[in-house]
C-alpha cells in the first residue's frame, strides 16, 4: 500500500476542513483528488505530505506513519504544493540543488539527479536562468521537478495546472502522464474535464468528507443516472425490478433496501414502482429520491469544466 489514510481529520481553530477522510493507494497509476473550492483538497494533501499536523487519524506511507517518523516516510513523498516553492532569485541548477540538499541527498549524486530531472522535466536549457525569468508553465515545471528528485514512491500535486494558459496545461499534463510511469501520482484538480482526462481512479471531496471513490468510468455510469433508494419488507427480485421500464441498475444497498438507478422521469419510475409494489405485496416503506451532494457536486463541476 503506496499510500494509506485513515479517518483523517482536521480542524482550524473551529471548524472542520475535512472529516473522516480514508484513502488507499494501493499500485501505481494517477489518482485525482477532485473537488470545488474550499472542499479540503489542499488541507488533506497538506498533511499526507506532513506539511500540516491532523487534529485526528493517520496517515502511512508504504506502512511508514507520517507524523511518528516524518523524515523517513518524506523520503517516499514528492509534494507540489498550490502554489510551488521556488525561490526566484536562484537559476534552476541552483534551486535544485538546493532542493536535493534539502532531501539529504549525498553531494557526489546531487549532479546527477539535477541533471537527470532536469532532462525529464524539460528545463535542461533554461538551466542558468533565473526563475523569476521563467513563464507559468515553465516554473511549475520546475516546482514538479523539485518534487521527484528524490525519486519518491508518491508525487503529490495540489492543482497543477491551474493558473496556466491551455498551451501550458497540455504540457503539464503529459509531464504528468511521464512521470505516473515511473512514480504514482496522486493530483488534485477542481476541473473534472482534466481528471477524466489524467485519472484512472478518482476520489471525490466534497464539505470536507469524502462522496465518492472509484474508477473514473465508474464514475461516469454513476454521475449520468439518477437514482431511488426504496426501502421494502418484502423486497422483489433484481430481475422484477430491471423490468421496469427506464430501470438501468439495481443495487441491492441491505437486504430491504434497494438503489434503482434509472433514465427518464423520476417521477414515471417512482409511480411505476408504487403500483408494481402493491401488485407484487412488496410492503414498500419508502421510496426517496437521491438528489445527493454527488449529484449537486456533479452539477457544479460540469459548470466549471475546461475554466
Ligand atoms: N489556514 C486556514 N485557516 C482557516 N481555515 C482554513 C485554512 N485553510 C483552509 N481553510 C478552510 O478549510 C476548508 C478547506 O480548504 P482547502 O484549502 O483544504 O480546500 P481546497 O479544496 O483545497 O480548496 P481550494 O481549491 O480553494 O484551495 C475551507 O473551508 C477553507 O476555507
Known amino acids: 500500500m503506496i499510500l494509506k489514510t485513515e479517518n483523517l481529520s482536521h480542524k482550524y481553530s473551529t471548524s472542520w476542513a475535512i472529516r473522516d477522510i480514508n484513502i488507499e493507494i494501493a499500485d501505481s497509476g494517477i489518482i485525482g483528488l477532485l473537488g470545488s473550492n474550499g ?12 506539511s500540516l499536523n491532523q487534529t485526528e487519524g493517520s496517515v502511512y506511507i508504504n506502512e511508514i506513519d507520517v507524523r511518528k517518523h516524518p523524515l523517513e516516510a518524506k523520503k517516499q513523498i514528492g509534494f507540489l504544493p498550490q502554489t510551488a516553492p521556488l525561490y526566484t532569485d536562484l537559476t534552476i541548477d541552483e534551486y535544485l540543488v538546493y532542493c536535493a540538499a534539502l532531501r539529504l541527498m549525498d553531494k557526489t549524486k546531487m549532479k546527477a539527479a539535477v541533471d537527470e530531472v532536469k532532462e525529464r522535466c524539460g528545463i535542461a536549457h ?11 508553465g515553465y516554473r511549475q515545471r520546475v516546482g514538479i521537478a523539485q518534487a521527484i ?19 501550458q496545461m497540455i504540457e503539464v499534463r503529459k509531464l504528468i502522464r511521464e512521470i505516473a510511469e515511473e512514480h504514482t501520482v496522486l493530483f488534485s484538480s477542481h476541473v473534472l474535464s482534466e481528471v477524466n ?4 481512479e478518482v476520489i471525490m471531496i466534497e464539505g470536507g468528507r469524502i462522496v465518492f471513490s472509484d474508477t473514473m468510468d465508474a464514475f461516469n455510469n454513476y ?15 433484481a430481475s422484477t425490478l430491471e423490468a421496469i421500464k ?3 441498475r439495481v443495487e441491492f444497498v441491505s437486504d430491504k433496501q434497494v438503489r434503482i438507478h434509472f433514465e427518464g422521469s423520476e417521477e414515471d419510475v417512482t409511480n411505476q414502482l408504487i403500483t408494481a409494489s402493491v401488485a407484487g405485496d412488496w410492503r414498500l416503506r419508502e421510496i426517496n429520491p437521491e438528489k445527493g451532494v454527488l449529484d449537486e457536486v456533479f452539477k457544479h463541476l460540469s459548470s466549471t469544466a475546461g475554466r
Not at 39 to 50: E, F, H
Not at 149 to 167: A, F, Q, S
Open 126 to 136: 533554461f538551466s542558468s536562468r533565473l526563475i523569476k525569468n521563467l513563464s507559468g
Open 39 to 50: 472542499a479540503g483538497k489542499s488541507t488533506t494533501m497538506n498533511i499526507i505530505c506532513g
Open 223 to 237: 454521475a449520468q443516472t439518477s437514482s431511488v433508494l426504496m426501502k421494502v419488507d418484502n423486497p422483489p427480485a
Open 197 to 200: 482526462l489524467l485519472c484512472r
Open 246 to 248: 427506464g430501470v438501468i
Open 149 to 167: 528528485i528524490h525519486k519518491p514512491r508518491l508525487v503529490v500535486m495540489d492543482e497543477p495546472t491551474n493558473g496556466l494558459d491551455p498551451n
